[in-house]
């Protein structure tokens, strides 16, 4: 960092105390990490104080400082909100140099990081071939444009490294945020082309930055909820519907939902299904009533979790649901016929059963009679233990089970056969 000429946009080093451990050193004053900044902004009713302007001078703040940067030849290799800091005047400085250098010392950095790559960040060359460009950090500065218009999103959330290569091999990228004007995520795509050389250099990007500033584009938020998903209890092979609907919803801006439960997440939008592994969902609903209800038909226990209704055109910008799957009780044991002997002291026929909820109650019957439980007769679990046997005893015997989720689980039928 000594080496670096002073820029308003890249965090200084000051000074420094290495005459003994710990060492210290002197660096600008700062309130915070974008990262952190951003994510201050979400309350329990919605994000709220950061305007439009802010978030593209924090764009233009960072853009600036690795121009400055890339006008050095070095490269960051690892730009990231995280690592962007913000002070008292909310002046975005770039920081964490500790993989920065020259652009001859690629291994350096897989080296530092090979049991904790931060793939999110990095370009295809960098993720494919191991290897860094000037334009590597345009790629990376792409995913911290993405970072600011989803006010401190994951990029590629619930994603493991090797999906997210996969995905970028085969030409995939992220999907636009739903409530991100198409200019600004268009300026996304152009920082992910897959040639470096096709990317644009910062200082193209400083002047796109500056008109977008001039247009205020970044986000908006119009529409207001008339309905939002509730938990619900569905029983496993029956039909889920979780409802969402909004009022003055921006066509451009549909909701999308997710489930978070899943890794990677499913997504589900109208017309589009992404990282889905979800072919029973569903978009339904009266779409010109504002109605974008998910349907899942039939219902999984892979499809038991919190779903999310997100509409970034709305304000909070999402809703959570938890769908929880209910299975019937079914025997797992049932009853074997047994022949015993007058006056034998006790006799147990077997039964259980599973299901979910997992709290069983179990009920016998002799014959067509209901067996009351007391005195001779007592119950182990789902199992019947009869004492003292007489010849009266001599019968079938069925167990039932129920956990309250549909019809009661019927046993097979067991013959007591009294000598």
């Not at 999310?308 to 649901?321: G, I, L, R, T, Y």
Request: charged share 20%; with cysteine.
């Amino acid at each position: 960092m000594q080496s670096i000429p002073d820029h308003q946009n890249v965090m200084r080093l000051l000074g420094c105390c290495t005459e003994k451990v710990p060492y210290y050193v002197i660096m600008d004053l700062c309130d915070g990490s974008l990262k952190d900044i951003l994510m201050s902004k979400h309350t329990p009713s919605g994000i709220s104080g950061i305007t439009q302007i802010e978030l593209l001078t924090f764009v233009i703040d960072i853009v600036k400082g690795m121009e400055h940067l890339s006008n050095l030849k070095i490269i960051h290799r690892y730009l990231a909100s995280k690592h962007v800091m913000v002070s008292a005047d909310k002046k975005c400085k770039i920081a964490n140099f500790s993989y920065a250098s020259d652009v001859t010392d690629d291994a350096g950095f897989f080296e530092k990081t090979k049991n904790n790559r931060p793939f999110q960040w990095l370009s295809c060359e960098s993720l494919l071939n191991r290897r860094f460009t000037l334009r590597s950090d345009v790629w990376s500065f792409g995913i911290v444009l993405w970072e600011l218009v989803t006010i401190g999103g994951s990029p590629y959330k619930y994603m493991k490294e090797e999906a997210v290569n996969n995905m970028i091999k085969n030409g995939k990228r992220m999907p636009k945020p739903l409530h991100c004007d198409n200019e600004v995520y268009n300026a996304m795509l152009m920082c992910w082309k897959y040639h470096p050389k096709d990317r644009p250099s910062f200082n193209e990007l400083k002047h796109l930055t500056e008109l977008m500033i001039s247009d205020g584009k970044v986000m908006s938020s119009t529409a207001t909820w008339k309905q939002i998903p509730s938990d619900i209890d569905v029983i496993i092979g029956e039909s889920a519907e979780l409802k969402c609907a909004l009022d003055n919803l921006n066509p451009g801006f549909l909701p999308i939902w997710f489930d978070a439960s899943t890794n990677p997440a499913t997504a589900v939008s109208e017309g589009e299904t992404v990282f889905s592994n979800c072919p029973t969902c569903s978009i339904t609903g009266t779409h010109s009533n504002g109605e974008y209800h998910l349907t899942i038909d039939p219902v999984s226990l892979n499809d038991e979790g919190t779903w999310q209704c997100n509409v970034f055109d709305a304000s909070p910008q999402s809703h959570d649901a938890q769908l929880t799957v209910l299975v019937p009780a079914s025997i797992t044991t049932s009853p074997s016929d047994q022949t015993v002997s007058e006056g034998t002291s006790t006799i147990t026929l077997q039964c259980a059963a599973t299901g979910k909820p997992d709290t069983i109650s179990y009920t016998w019957k002799k014959g067509s009679v209901d067996i009351s439980i007391g005195g001779r007769y007592s119950l182990n679990g789902g199992s019947l233990t009869i004492s003292n046997i007489v010849r009266g005893d001599d019968d079938i015997y069925t167990c039932y089970a129920s956990n309250g989720v549909g019809k009661q689980a019927l046993s097979n039928s067991a013959t007591v056969t009294v000598n």
